[in-house]
């Protein structure tokens, strides 16, 4: 069973999005990517309650922004999602979390290290130049 409900559309969708975000970072990086998204449609808290569909994940506007940079500077449309990619996101809405992206909300790409918490919420862990943040322990329990 799916860990999200998705059309053929939302795949082709978040594989866009996962080669514009992470693509430098390899089939890894892009799978960490998935899960943010992913994630961000099962949490049920915080910034997300209202967002139960990766289209909704992917265009949520937060701040008068964009929440994912790839949105906000419109390379998510620059490339067709290729085959690779889109197994890649199915494999990230049908079952793949792993670590430090298991249980992330958000990810960015600083300039310098990874700092300890994003807005408030602790550091999870890194994965090439992606630092990945989960919500504070009892604030967000749908997404454990």
């Known amino acids: 069973m799916p ?7 939302d795949v082709d969708l978040m594989a866009r999005m996962m080669r514009a975000e ?9 799978l960490y990517v998935g899960n943010v998204i992913v994630n961000r ?12 569909t990766v289209p909704q994940a ?5 701040g008068g922004n964009y929440s994912f940079e790839a949105v ?3 390379n998510v449309f620059y490339n067709r999602a290729r085959s690779a990619e889109k ?3 199915k494999q990230a809405l049908d079952y793949w979390r792993e670590h430090p992206g298991k249980y992330a909300l958000w990810y960015f790409n600083p300039s310098g290290e990874c700092p300890p918490t ?9 994965y090439k130049q992606h630092c990945f ?3 504070i322990g009892g604030t967000c329990d749908s997404v454990y």
Do not use: H
């Open 22 to 30: 992470a693509e430098g970072e390899g089939k890894q990086g892009m």
């Open 72 to 74: 906000q500077k419109g």
């Open 58 to 62: 992917i265009y949520q506007v937060q």
């Open 118 to 126: 994003w807005y408030n919420q602790p550091l999870t862990g890194q």
């Open 87 to 89: 197994r890649l996101a």
């Open 133 to 135: 943040y989960e919500p």
């Open 3 to 9: 860990r999200v409900k998705y059309r053929d559309s």
């Open 41 to 52: 449609v099962i949490a049920d808290c915080l910034d997300f309650k209202n967002v139960r």
